[in-house]
């Protein structure tokens, strides 16, 4: 079992950072392959004009780092994306990763569906949490993978979420269960 967390949040050390870390040691003691990527290290840029049949698309903008990092998802088993909540939805890195990923899905060659993906997310003010979700879940619909789950949690300081056992403990379940190690409990 191989597992991809995408982090998108430039700032490494900060709350989604630490709950990604969290999850990824749950996927591990399961017995999973973890890798995290950190989108903003990768010059991915956002996608350029594609065409309207989704099977002829032609990524316009491959010259970046995209086909990079598109190689590790094609290879992961589950997928779980980590960003922050910027402007009422995903970051900017996530975002661009996401839009390209419709110039390759109906094309052969490319292991895009059957994969498990979750979220971690993290927010400054209450109910921010599903401007995240509830963009990635529709994505996930498409790609036709299955969403096993989220996690939303409010913090403000940097590190604060290290506090939180709740949180802390939920992110390792999250982890264990892509991993398959509470899958069905």
């Given at each position: 079992m191989k597992v991809l967390i995408l982090a998108g949040s430039p700032r490494k050390g900060g709350n989604t950072d630490i709950l990604a870390d969290e999850a990824a040691r749950g996927a591990r003691e399961s017995g999973a392959q973890v890798e995290k990527v950190y989108l903003d290290d990768f010059r991915i840029r956002p996608i350029g004009e594609v065409g309207d049949v989704i099977g002829q698309r032609v990524d316009t903008r491959a010259d970046d780092d995209f086909l990079a990092v598109f190689g590790r998802f094609?290879?992961?088993?589950?997928?779980?994306?980590?960003?922050?909540?910027?402007?009422?939805?995903?970051?900017?890195?996530?975002?661009?990763?996401?839009?390209?990923?419709?110039?390759?899905?109906?094309?052969?060659?490319?292991?895009?569906?059957?994969?498990?993906?979750?979220?971690?997310?993290?927010?400054?003010?209450?109910?921010?949490?599903?401007?995240?979700?509830?963009?990635?879940?529709?994505?996930?619909?498409?790609?036709?993978?299955?969403?096993?789950?989220?996690?939303?949690?409010?913090?403000?300081?940097?590190?604060?979420?290290?506090?939180?056992?709740?949180?802390?403990?939920?992110?390792?379940?999250?982890?264990?269960?892509?991993?398959g190690g509470t899958a069905g409990k």
């Open positions: 094609t290879e992961a088993d589950a997928v779980i994306f980590a960003t922050p909540v910027y402007w009422q939805g995903v970051s900017a890195q996530t975002k661009c990763f996401i839009d390209r990923l419709s110039a390759y899905i109906k094309k052969p060659g490319y292991r895009i569906g059957g994969k498990a993906f979750a979220v971690i997310t993290t927010f400054g003010a209450p109910d921010q949490g599903k401007w995240v979700t509830e963009s990635i879940k529709p994505a996930v619909k498409f790609l036709g993978g299955t969403y096993a789950g989220d996690l939303a949690v409010c913090v403000t300081k940097k590190g604060e979420v290290r506090a939180n056992a709740g949180a802390m403990k939920a992110a390792y379940e999250l982890g264990r269960k892509l991993a």
